[in-house]
């Protein structure tokens, strides 16, 4: 019996050593897979994040170049070869402001205009070691400006060249992009461009840079030729795939850390074991946790802005399905501000990306400090950010929080010496009031937001049904105003004349109307709205000035007048497009008259300028409508090309309510007379008005005691029997 009780202990405690051994074989080939794939992916992490990295700093070089590279002084100057010049804007600028290493101006005829090195000028100018690689980037970029189809496009893009190579063995970026016009008004030549080529080491600083932005541990660079490739490490090379180097770091090892850690204790599990294996339990755990920390980290870099840190679009959404799947009827309510920044475009347009990244990151830094831990700040995008709150009172939460936004954004922003000022815009969507559904109540949100922006920005808006009623019935609209240009059977051009203050016809102004088969004759504000934000304005635009001279052949009258969106003039190609409508139709420029009001020229002063310039050169009258009602300035009035004023009708109707009202028009009309532009009263409705206009001096007068506007065969019938002469009422 005793020996069959031993025989079955040592049975038993094999069987035990036996398991302990499969379960530490078990443990330890999981432990090592574990590690592997720990070690595998943080790896792949840091290169994605180094990479990525490159591949930005290659791309802002270029991108840093085209604040200078458009510029009609540049072209002048450099093909002058006005070497002082040259020094002076472009000769330690880029250094400064970007940290470009070296700046070469090559003249097209290959002359070196300018070399400078940091902030300083190289003379005589000489690419020294620079030659080959500088050589290499710039002969591409003449090959892509010889293949351009149109001013400044190539088949695939913008006009640049950016590569990679060595230069006394050490990589740098080599940039090189044409200095070519900003405006219609300079002119370059296939094969004449002046090359501005930008270089920049990506060793030393950069390295640096790199390093702090993705976290490695002591990166560093390596020539190829001395190196041999490590898992810890990436190439850098031209984009034909020439290595010329690597960035070399101490690559994470989370999983080798973590067997190094282990490896003193498994030699005692073997004599051990009971006690081992609460051990092994308790590193397992800590191996898993290390685990979920590195795949957090990766987590975190997927759903969240890597310009502010803030959470993502997907990260919002996710959030935003959670809250809404959680709301009990009754006791909690969800709300979603969407925020889009006012003026934003300018601070690109003027102080350049940088100063934009700048602003976005200070943006997301005083909404976070608003919001707090009562909500999610989220980056959708561009100039885009989504506040999501949970709150048993929804709206009053959310207006409320939309005022303290829109008071924090009072204050500038200070950005490197420049000061900028930023406004929001927010709309607001509610649950489950709104929509219970994530895709629905963005929408909403979207559909209050573009209503906060209509009704004149830095507000917010709530989210109402009347708004989807509107945007239903806007899309409708919009669809039935395409159909209607395609077949041309619904739009009209109604005309009504234009008298001198002797009661002859002077010209007369080309009204759009629509006949729409449902709502009948549509307000001409809310047509020309719809197709300004459709982008049909354009289109819209060429079928009345192409009706307008149609008309223009088929009776004698001395001009006919067309008015002309804003959206229409931020087109650079708007006064080309009309001269060759004017031209098709073989009409005289001087018979045509584009009316423009004065937030035109105001809203964008340089390219209205050029553009109403490149018409009035070549004999297209330019009048400035509803004049009074802007800013009325004397300043663009004397800058811009005008042939008329014409005064809106809110003045005139004042001239009969006192001393006042003729007083300013009396203004107007010397202001005028001493820019000797013509001046046009609109909306005479009275006898005593037009008396007194003529009394005043008014050149010319349009309004319904003269004629109601007119539909196009009745104009044409009726100027015919007057001969050419159509007096008031006739």
Request: charged fraction near 25%.
């Amino acid at each position: 019996m005793k020996s069959l009780s031993k025989s079955l202990a040592s049975q038993i405690t094999v069987a035990i050593a036996l398991l302990t051994l499969l379960a530490l074989a078990s443990l330890a080939a999981f432990t090592w897979f574990a590690a592997r794939r720990a070690d595998e992916e943080a790896l792949r992490t840091q290169k994605m994040l180094v990479q990525r990295e490159i591949s930005s700093i290659m791309a802002a070089v270029p991108r840093e170049q085209e604040s200078f590279s458009v510029w009609d002084d540049g072209v002048i100057h450099t093909n002058k070869r006005d070497v002082q010049w040259v020094e002076e804007n472009f000769g330690g600028w880029m250094y400064r402001f970007f940290k470009h290493d070296r700046t070469y101006i090559v003249a097209p005829d290959g002359e070196l205009l300018l070399s400078a090195r940091g902030e300083d000028v190289v003379k005589p100018p000489s690419f020294g070691a620079d030659f080959r690689a500088a050589e290499r980037v710039m002969t591409k970029l003449r090959e892509r400006l010889q293949a351009r189809e149109a001013p400044w496009q190539v088949p695939g893009g913008d006009i640049f060249v950016v590569d990679i190579d060595e230069i006394e063995q050490r990589p740098a970026i080599l940039s090189a992009r044409p200095i070519r016009p900003h405006t219609d008004a300079v002119v370059v030549p296939k094969g004449k461009e002046s090359i501005f080529l930008a270089v920049k080491f990506l060793d030393g600083p950069v390295v640096k840079e790199i390093a702090s932005t993705t976290l490695v541990k002591e990166l560093r660079y390596e020539p190829a030729r001395d190196y041999v490739p490590q898992p810890g490490s990436i190439g850098v090379g031209s984009q034909q795939g020439d290595v010329i180097g690597y960035y070399v770091w101490t690559a994470d090892r989370p999983g080798l850390g973590l067997i190094r850690q282990i490896a003193p204790w498994a030699s005692l599990v073997l004599a051990f074991a009971a006690g081992i294996a609460f051990y092994q339990a308790r590193k397992l755990r800590r191996a898993s946790a290390e685990l979920q920390e590195s795949e957090g980290r990766a987590r975190h870099l997927a759903f969240h802005d890597w310009l502010t840190g803030l959470p993502n679009r997907a990260r919002l959404e996710s959030r935003l399905d959670d809250i809404l799947a959680d709301l009990l009827p009754g006791q909690a309510e969800a709300a979603v501000l969407l925020l889009d920044l006012d003026r934003f475009k300018n601070v690109n347009d003027t102080l350049g990306h940088r100063a934009g990244d700048q602003v976005i990151q200070q943006t997301a830094r005083r909404l976070k400090d608003i919001v707090g831990n009562t909500g999610l700040v989220a980056r959708l995008g561009g100039d885009e950010f989504a506040i999501v709150i949970a709150s048993r009172n929804a709206v009053e939460a959310a207006s409320e929080l939309s005022d303290r936004v829109l008071a924090a954004f009072i204050p500038p922003f200070q950005l490197e010496g420049d000061t900028a000022h930023i406004g929001v815009s927010i709309g607001i969507a509610t649950a489950p009031e709104a929509a219970l559904h994530r895709e629905e109540i963005l929408r909403k949100a979207d559909i209050a937001l573009y209503e906060a922006k209509k009704q004149g920005r830095g507000r917010y808006e709530l989210f109402s049904r009347t708004m989807d009623d509107t945007v239903k019935q806007r899309r409708q609209v919009e669809a039935d105003l395409r159909k209607a240009l395609a077949t041309g059977k619904e739009l009209e051009l109604v005309y009504q004349p234009l008298y001198s203050a002797e009661g002859r016809i002077t010209g007369a102004e080309a009204l759009l109307r629509w006949n729409h088969p449902v709502h009948q004759c549509v307000s001409p504000l809310f047509l020309v709205t719809i197709a300004e934000e459709s982008g049909l304005i354009a289109q819209i635009g060429d079928w009345v000035l192409h009706e307008a001279c149609r008309m223009a052949k088929r009776v004698p009258v001395a001009w006919i007048a067309v008015n002309v969106s804003p959206v229409q003039l931020r087109d650079a190609d708007f006064a080309r497009r009309c001269l060759d409508i004017i031209r098709h139709h073989r009409i005289a420029p001087q018979r045509i008259q584009i009316e423009v009001t004065e937030a035109v020229v105001i809203e964008n002063p340089e390219l209205a300028g050029t553009i109403l310039g490149a018409l009035r050169s070549a004999g297209v009258r330019v009048a400035l409508d509803d004049f009074g009602t802007g800013y009325s300035s004397m300043s663009y009035l004397r800058n811009y090309p005008l042939d008329r004023l014409k005064i809106d009708r809110f003045f005139v109707r004042a001239l009969l309510e006192g001393e006042e009202g003729r007083a300013i028009i009396a203004a107007m009309i010397e202001m005028a007379r001493a820019l000797k532009l013509k001046v046009t009263a609109e909306g005479v409705e009275t006898q005593e008005q037009r008396d007194l206009l003529v009394k005043l001096g008014c050149d010319e007068m349009q309004g319904y005691l003269f004629s109601r506007p007119i539909r196009a065969p009745h104009f044409i019938a009726k100027f015919s029997s007057a001969g050419g002469a159509i007096s008031p009422n006739s």
